[in-house]
Nanobody, 123 residues
Framework: QVQLVESGGGLVQAGGSLRLSCAAS????????IGWFRQTPGKEREFVAA????????YYADSVKGRSTISRDNAKNTVTLQMNNLKPEDTAVYYC????????????????WGQGTQVTVSS
């Protein structure tokens, strides 16, 4: 069974940090690029960051660039999103997703999704 499971969300004060993890199973992890998206009620799913299958290339939304770092450990089938200097506008459900393609910025480019983890940043 192909599965992505996010963890690490929670409640944090503005200026704080969180480390989100995405654990994959049931797929050949080393050939998939992984992306993180976020969504708030009534809005479309928004691209946050992505990392290529081999970890050589990373991509960030302007809204998180300089505050976030995405990394992967192919030996452990995990991708991590370190988020620093969090802001109230970062509040959302965060999803990780896997893709064999290269359309990293659009949710339509991804084949497999996790169930999401809530991140809440208080002011």
């Amino acid at each position: 069974q192909v599965q992505l499971v996010e963890s690490g969300g929670g409640l944090v004060q503005a200026g704080g940090s969180l480390r989100l993890s995405c654990a994959a199973s049931g797929l050949l992890f080393i050939v998939y690029s992984i992306g993180w998206f976020r969504q708030t009620p009534g809005k479309e799913r928004e691209f946050v960051a992505a990392i290529s299958y081999n970890g050589a290339t990373t991509y960030y939304a302007d809204s998180v660039k300089g505050r976030s770092t995405i990394s992967r450990d192919n030996a452990k089938n995990t991708v991590t999103l370190q988020m620093n200097n969090l802001k109230p506008e970062d509040t959302a459900v965060y999803y990780c997703a896997a893709t064999l393609g290269d359309n990293f910025y659009s949710p339509r480019g991804y084949d497999v999704w996790g169930q999401g983890t809530q991140v809440t940043v208080s002011s």
